[in-house]
């Protein structure tokens, strides 16, 4: 009975669920420790405040709001966001229509309606033009929009609140399902298996190499987890699921960088963060902690950010998800750059 209730409760309004789990979230942090080492997300917020954070190898200074930019505030309430192309692409769930931005000057086009709720989009080249791929969280779908003609086609109806969407070697997808705290398998035949279970409201995903890091935005003490995946192998368990990064709050957005780290969207009270660590040196070590979390971004937008996305020249684009402009900004070229994984 819980499942089905927390189930409509999120297809009845996300917005208010997140709203929720961010302030349950602060109260948690004010009044028990976030992980192992006591380390809690307030005391990294001071930390930054008065200088570098504690661990954390920093190569930048945090960009702040003041150096944020608007690109465009012509759309309505942007809910996920990626790059391709020089171009942004953005679900709104204002009006529910993806939109398409030009990355230097905003220019705005309607590229199509009826995807109503994406968190994480996905874009490939096809043989007419980019292919654009959807979890719609709201219509609880597997989509993908062609470009000519210009058609929103569902590949897999009925999933649970999908969010996170990850492409894997094999032309198949790896999604999160909010709802049902795990990440299933789809092909793009509909064909669907579950890849790993045992989560807490899983968010952003992210696949490198064997490796798929999962973003946990119910679990601040759980914020992102990994485990190491072969397709076709028996589904991942919770107790398989291993530590990357513990002590943030209510993680959403996960992606990789044109460096090959990994950053990442959270919340420090009622503020939107985004972060960033080595993921191979997190594993290594057995798990990171926030004190180990690179700040890029320590913004007074209002959590959550539900948009993030690094373009090839490093610009930082971001948006909450109530509000209606898209943020940039220019991060540093040279970020010490790792090797992909094999």
Not at 149 to 175: H, I, M, T
Request: aromatic letters at 10%.
């Amino acid at each position: 009975m819980y499942r089905n209730t927390h189930k409509s409760l999120l297809l009845g309004g996300i917005g208010i669920g997140l709203v929720l789990l961010t302030l349950v979230g602060t109260i948690l942090s004010s009044i028990q420790s976030v992980n192992a080492t006591e380390s809690n997300p307030n005391d990294l917020a001071m930390a930054w405040q008065d200088g570098a954070t504690p661990g954390a190898a920093a190569t930048m200074n945090p960009l702040l709001q003041s150096d944020l930019k608007i690109l465009s505030g012509n759309v309505q309430r942007p809910n996920g966001i990626t790059f391709f192309d020089g171009y942004l692409y953005t679900s709104c769930s204002g009006d529910f229509t993806v939109y398409r931005l030009d990355a230097d000057t905003g220019d705005t086009v309607t590229y199509i309606a009826g995807v109503q709720n994406t968190h994480t989009l996905y874009i490939e080249q096809g043989d007419d033009g980019p292919v654009i791929w959807v979890a719609d969280f709201q219509r609880n779908a597997l989509s993908y929009i062609q470009t000519e003609p210009r058609a929103l086609e569902n590949v897999k109806q009925g999933l649970g609140s999908p969010w996170g969407l990850a492409p894997a070697a094999d032309g198949s997808f790896y999604v999160t399902q909010f709802a049902t705290d795990d990440i299933v398998n789809i092909k793009r035949d509909g064909t669907l298996n579950v890849t790993a279970t045992g989560f807490r409201n899983p968010t952003g995903i992210v696949v490198d190499g064997n490796y798929i890091y999962v973003g946990n935005n119910g679990s601040a003490r759980r914020a992102i987890e990994y485990f190491e995946y072969t397709p076709g192998s028996a589904p991942v368990t919770e107790q398989d699921l291993k530590p990357l990064v513990s002590g943030l709050q209510n993680v959403t957005t996960i992606v990789t960088g044109p460096d090959n780290w990994l950053y990442f969207a959270y919340s420090l009270g009622t503020r939107g963060i985004v972060g960033r660590v080595n993921p191979q040196t997190c594993r290594d070590k057995g798990g990171c902690i926030n004190a180990d979390v690179e700040i890029v971004l320590w913004s007074e937008l209002s959590a959550p950010l539900a948009g993030l996305v690094i373009a090839p020249d490093m610009r930082l684009f971001v948006h909450t998800m109530f509000g209606s402009e898209i943020y940039w900004a220019q991060l540093p070229e040279n970020l010490n750059p790792r090797p992909t994984s094999s």
